[in-house]
């Protein structure tokens, strides 16, 4: 009797490890599948939005300029020039990301997969190529002083992203806490 125990007892220990590492396998593949489920349509009208943004606030900065009536001109011929560009490169961008669901929700093989994320990140790149020419063209219009106070309205804007993501970091921590310079107020007079 006490040895069918004990020989049941190490057959199920030696079984233990291949019986944990298979459920552990389970629980990994179903959270590999649950990342997989991303809305790649919504990502690329998001990034549609990101670089409308960036738009907006380059328009911004040139207000802040005091731009001639000819540099006016030419800023707005790019943008003229630029639009249809970036309006093709936006459909297909959508194209290709419903492509890519399609391509995930039909079940697959991760190197096909890839290979349609690479040709949303190429389109992507290429968007990112033309905005940057769109910027070196016109900041070839521009004379000296306006190039300094566009370089210093830029360094301004990363010295502020700078500020922001280290008081994120250090408000990550302790997110009730509050800023030293914002004291709460008071409902009555102290010391009067």
């Given at each position: 009797m006490k040895r069918n125990l004990l020989l049941v007892f190490v057959c199920l220990v030696l079984t233990m490890p291949s019986v944990l590492a298979?459920?552990?396998?389970?629980?990994?593949?179903?959270?590999?599948?649950?990342?997989?489920?991303?809305?790649?349509?919504?990502?690329?009208?998001?990034?549609?939005?990101?670089?409308?943004?960036?738009?907006?606030?380059?328009?911004?900065?040139?207000?802040?300029l005091n731009l001639s009536d000819e540099q006016i001109q030419k800023r707005e011929d790019l943008m003229n020039e630029n639009n249809p560009i970036y309006e093709q490169k936006f459909d297909c961008l959508m194209k290709e990301s419903f492509k890519l669901q399609a391509i995930e929700n039909a079940g697959a093989t991760?190197?096909?997969?890839?290979?349609?994320?690479?040709?949303?990140s190429s389109i992507k790149k290429s968007i990112e190529r033309t905005l940057s020419k769109?910027?070196?063209a016109f900041r070839k219009c521009l004379n000296g002083q306006q190039k300094a106070k566009y370089s210093m309205i830029k360094k301004l804007e990363r010295q502020d992203y700078k500020k922001d993501l280290k008081q994120k970091d250090y408000y990550k921590s302790n997110p009730q806490m509050r800023p030293f310079g914002n004291p709460r107020p008071c409902p009555a007079p102290i010391g009067r």
């Open positions: 298979q459920c552990s396998c389970q629980r990994l593949n179903t959270t590999i599948e649950s990342s997989k489920s991303v809305n790649y349509p919504r990502e690329a009208t998001k990034y549609k939005k990101y670089i409308k943004h960036i738009q907006q606030d380059r328009a911004t900065v040139y207000n802040a991760d190197k096909e997969i890839n290979a349609q994320k690479k040709v949303i769109e910027n070196k």
